[in-house]
Every structure is written in structure tokens, then in C-alpha cells.
């Protein structure tokens, strides 16, 4: 089974409606090659409806607000000036909500709650070797 991005799933679906193909039956063909991994049909009537306007693009379009990744940072800075602090004052101070805020922590900063504190799920080499070098000099 492929797993296909976005934009190749897109590609794909332009394919078929060049070919004449209606929506549930591209949906179908879909569902048949990628599984669980398929676009829901509603996204596949979206794309096809967007063709039949004359927009052929297969890119996402640029959507407003902050960039992830200046999300990340000013999280991350939160969490690095107080580890104890909670996602829910992060989400007060950032002004987001906490639907963003959880997967910024959990899956890009690969951090957990323990003890009341935000760590590191897995140490990095370059941690685990100043830990080691810690407690040699204790």
C-alpha cells in the first residue's frame, strides 16, 4: 500500500476527472488503492468542484496567521523560561487555542508532563552524555 501526500493525492484526483471520471468514482478508486490513507470523499468533491472552476492547481494554497514553526519557538521559549508552566496558561499567553498548543508540545517539541514539569520524551545523545559526564563529577 502507498502513502501518498497531499499534493500527489490531488494530482491523482485531476488524473481521473481529466478522464471523465465523477467524484464517487474517483473516491472510490481511492479508497481502493490507499485505505485508511484515502481523502474523504467530501475533500475529493472539493478538489474536482475546484477543476471544474478552471483552477488545475495541485498546491495548497497559503492560508493565514503565524507560521507553525514561530508557534513552536514561542512555545518552546514558555516552556524553557518555566517548565512547570501549563498548557493552559500557554494558551492565555500566546493568545491560541488549546487544540494547537497540545500537539506543538507532545509532537514537535517530543515533550511530556512528569511531576508536574515539561521533559524531554527521549534524551538526545548530546543530553545523555551531559548527564553522564554530571554524575561522573558528583
Known amino acids: 500500500m502507498h502513502d501518498f501526500n497531499n499534493m ?3 494530482a491523482v ?3 481521473f476527472f481529466l478522464q471523465g471520471k465523477a ?3 474517483i473516491h472510490a478508486i481511492l479508497m481502493e488503492t490507499l485505505g485508511g ?3 474523504s470523499y467530501a475533500t475529493v ?3 474536482v468542484a475546484q477543476f471544474k472552476r478552471g483552477d488545475f492547481s ?3 494554497a497559503p492560508r493565514p496567521g503565524r507560521p507553525k514553526t514561530e508557534i513552536i519557538d514561542q512555545i518552546h521559549e ?3 523560561e518555566d517548565c512547570r508552566i501549563s498548557a493552559k496558561s500557554t494558551t492565555e499567553q500566546l493568545g491560541i487555542s488549546r487544540e494547537r498548543v497540545r500537539p506543538v508540545i507532545h509532537e514537535d517539541l517530543d515533550m511530556r508532563r ?3 514539569k515539561w521533559v524531554p520524551k527521549c534524551l538526545k545523545a548530546g543530553q545523555k552524555l551531559q548527564r553522564w559526564q554530571s554524575s561522573e563529577k558528583i
Do not use: C, V
Request: hydrophobic share 40%; no cysteine.
Open 8 to 10: 500527489e493525492t490531488r
Open 13 to 15: 484526483t485531476k488524473f
Open 23 to 25: 467524484p464517487k468514482e
Open 37 to 39: 490513507h484515502a481523502p
Open 45 to 47: 468533491k472539493n478538489w
Open 58 to 60: 495541485t498546491f495548497d
Open 78 to 80: 514558555l516552556i524553557l
Open 114 to 116: 512528569l511531576s508536574a
